[in-house]
């Protein structure tokens, strides 16, 4: 079998430093865009190396000098001598070309590089084979993309390429219907007048204490995005089998009481309205993952996967982060999420996509005025609010009482929430409650790229649903106390 050549362009290294030793602007490119490493020819790396050093004595590189250089180096015959310095002077290009032919080098080196690693992750599994493949899948995936990153030449944008490419985006946000929608809808009114939908690249924590209702919402998020957006979402589920997440969610659609589902003891035309349910969920293009534990560098394959296959992936949801393992030792646990935190900003970015992850509040919110959580209450880890673009926190003031909790109402409440909580008090009251209905109440608390603030939406718990207010019952919980909505709220 023939022995495979790497890539590389002999033709355009040879025009690179043919440039370098002709040009002293064109040489300034030259050595500060690429490395050593970046020529194949043994020869011109020599050529490249001694370059360097004449630059690093402040000299001006030209034929004379790169001589003197390299006899002083005693390399002067390995390079090919006189005959090889004047065969590159006759390769050099014109000047203002060189960022095209450092393009071309850079490149090359890049994917040759690529190819070596992926020999050498070949060579290891050969010889000892994996140990640990979710280790194993990690390291390999870093390493790759570190080796990807080399193809970039970090350059300068001028204003004009900015505010072009702005403008078009203010253009096309100006013919949308819903002008306030940018990005995935989240099928709630009030949230997307903070979010505008979440926007690509973006990483959306959700907080909550345990059984406020953060998996029912994040399901819920999920089907939203993948119904109204008609396009892929993928599901990580880190504690809940995907048949009690579809239970849940056909729970959902259905309006059928989820204890009904869950037991078969179904009432009336309950069977037909989860028929039709099945039928909805069975037009979307909802992916699940409901691996126990996942290992990070499963995860970020594993997405990296799907979004090949399906290139409109529109959301990622993950619940919950707290349970993401990266590989390796770590000195703490707030190290391991740390990591995890970047690596999901990061993966968010990379396939510009908006990721979604759930994490857990810590005790301390119990000790918070009215038991209302704050960034501070983010469990293990300072970085889930640095690295996160948004930061929704959860809490329900019915759950907080029913396990003793009964820290007086955060003074600020606005009207819209306070009335619209005594209101539904006044219906439990009555014994008109039949769906299980709790106000949830919404902190906005980090928005990156808006406004903070809050809002409340319907938690169903027999349905697993949340909705958005009724305009009447909120105006009807306002207008029992005299208060009148502003604009904004209305």
Partial sequence: MAEVVLPHNEEAEKAVLGALLTDSDAAAVVLASLVEDNFFSEKNKLVFKAGLEISNQQSIIDPTTMTAELKNMKIFEDVGGADYLMELVQSCINPDNIDHYIKIVKDQAVLRNYLLRMKSFEDAYAQGGIDDIGAFIQQSTAELTQIAAGRTIGEFKPASEIAEAVSKQIAMASNQGNKSLIGVDTGYTRLNKFTH????????????????????????????????????????????????????????????????????DLRGPEMAKIASAVDNLKKTTLYFDDTANPRLGDLLAKTRKLKSAHPDLCLIVIDYLNLISPEGKYSSRQEEVSLVTRSLKQLARDLKVPVIALAQLNRNVEQNEGQVPMLSNLKESGSIEQDADIVILMYRTDYQQAIGLKGKEKPDHSPYVQNLTDHVKEVKAAGQDKNGISVVNFSIAKNRNGRIGNFVLMFSKNFSRFDNPQPGFEQKAAAANGITFSPDEE
Wanted: with cysteine; aromatic share 8%.
């Fill in 197 to 264: 939908g979440w926007q690509k690249g973006d990483l959306i924590v959700l907080a909550a204490r345990p059984s406020v209702g953060k998996t029912a919402f994040a399901i819920n998020l999920a089907f939203n995005a993948a119904n109204h957006e008609k396009k892929p979402v993928a599901f990580f589920s880190c504690e809940m089998d995907g048949g009690q997440i579809m239970r849940r969610l056909i729970s959902s659609e259905s309006m059928v009481n989820s204890e009904h589902i869950q037991t078969g």
